[in-house]
């Protein structure tokens, strides 16, 4: 089985950027999706972005539309979520995951077989 392993985290300003990594390892048949999640403290882990490697299709959650981006690098096995405009609110623990095969629940965190071990992100002044 693969292993994720993210970074990029960190403390940012309101209204500043951070680009989070994800870097992938092991079998290319393990990695259908990457997606993005964060969990903040007395919450619910909750998904953000999804990047299907085969067609390159991204998808993006509703609250975070516009200021985040997902991206991959396919030599470097690394898939990125860019976050802009970033709040308060936008603190938390990100986690990027893998999915082996497709599921359009790409929000729910129970149809990803591969976690990273989390980056904090902290919005603050």
């Known amino acids: 089985q693969g292993q994720l392993v993210e970074s990029g985290g960190g403390l940012v300003q309101p209204g500043g950027s951070l680009r989070l990594s994800c870097a992938a390892s092991?079998?290319?048949?393990?990695?259908?999706?990457i997606g993005w999640f964060r969990q903040a403290p007395g919450k619910e882990r909750e998904g953000v972005s999804c990047?299907?490697?085969?067609?390159?299709?991204?998808y993006i959650e509703d609250s975070v539309k516009g200021r985040f981006t997902t991206s991959i690098d396919n030599q470097k096995k690394m898939v990125y979520l860019q976050m802009n405009s970033l709040m308060p609110e936008d603190t938390a623990i990100y986690y990027c995951?893998?999915?082996?095969?497709?599921?359009?629940?790409?929000?729910?965190?129970?149809?990803?077989?591969?976690w990273g071990q989390g980056t904090q992100v902290t919005v603050s002044s």
């Open positions: 092991g079998r290319r048949s393990d990695y259908y999706a």
């Open positions: 990047f299907v490697i085969s067609d390159g299709s991204t």
């Open positions: 995951a893998a999915m082996r095969t497709w599921s359009a629940a790409w929000l729910l965190p129970e149809v990803y077989h591969i």
